[in-house]
């Protein structure tokens, strides 16, 4: 395939471009900033292309530009690709948003990592410490044929496991369905948690416990908390911690929180990011 990335001197640019520098596909690096184009040479020793000749005749352009961009720059692109061509995202927001031009005859496929779990044992040092994934850590990633033949999801899911390699698992899923886990599940509430918890060391420390001591116990209660929470081992919390469960998200949580999953929230969030 001819594959065109857009954006190839972006953190997750140069990110896509190495992976992509190491396939079968004949590959086209786009990017007009002076920093990208040098972090792109100097990260991945790969040269760019003009914007035409990257798209002209191209199977797949691979949009790696921020979401608040995507509608200006595919307006550039996507009239010159060429009938059943394919433009990949890496977000489900401004897809959502309605910022892709209409061009029936082109394929929309969204794509999005769901980075290494933090129950990662591989036994390789640098798999544990590739906390974002596409390095070297295996990581499931999600996949939505947005619009287009069937027969082309094949095509987009290859791609896609050059771009997030190496890949433990995919999972299809519609677009309207990874609004729900991006930004719904993922920012909107574990971010927004996570936050919280940081917030938490913070006070404490505040009231006199040593911020380290605070740090070591909220991460280590995080490990196994969580181990027992999502499955990952056998186990079954304390009477005492089901009380403060109980009598904590009462605290913490409004009873309607699960509001943020509504469409009316979730297209109200896409179209802030947007």
């Excluded at 009462?250 to 509001?259: E, I, N, V, Y």
Aim: some cysteine; charged content about 25%; hydrophobic content about 45%.
């Amino acid at each position: 395939m001819k594959i065109a990335l857009i954006g190839a001197g972006g953190k997750m640019g140069v990110r896509l471009a190495k992976n992509l520098s190491r396939s079968h596909h004949e590959v086209s690096y786009v990017e007009v900033s002076p920093v990208g184009i040098d972090r792109l040479r100097q990260e991945a020793q790969l040269e760019v292309t003009t914007q035409d000749d990257a798209v002209d005749g191209a199977d797949v352009v691979i949009m790696a530009v921020p979401d608040t961009l995507i509608g200006k720059i595919s307006a550039t692109i996507v009239p010159h690709m060429r009938s059943g061509a394919m433009m990949m995202l890496l977000d489900p927001a401004a897809p959502c948003a309605g910022h892709l031009p209409e061009r029936a005859d082109v394929v929309y496929f969204v794509t999005h990592p769901c980075h290494p779990s933090i129950f990662n044992e591989d036994p390789d040092e640098a798999a544990r410490l590739d906390r974002f994934g596409g390095i070297a850590a295996k990581q499931a990633i999600i996949n939505a044929l947005m619009q287009g033949d069937e027969s082309q999801y094949p095509i987009g899911a290859e791609v896609a496991e050059i771009i997030w390699a190496p890949v433990l698992r995919t999972h299809r899923v519609t677009v309207e369905q990874m609004a729900l886990l991006e930004p719904a599940l993922s920012e909107t509430l574990t971010a927004s948690l996570l936050a919280v918890m940081q917030e938490g060391i913070e006070e404490v420390a505040r009231r006199g416990v040593p911020e380290a001591a605070a740090r070591d116990f909220l991460l280590g209660h995080m490990n196994i908390l969580g181990a027992v929470t999502f499955g990952h081992i056998p186990g079954a919390f304390s009477d005492a911690c089901n009380k403060a469960i109980q009598f904590g998200k009462a605290r913490l949580m409004r009873d309607d929180w699960k509001g943020i999953f509504d469409k009316a929230e979730v297209d109200e969030s896409i179209r802030r990011i947007t």
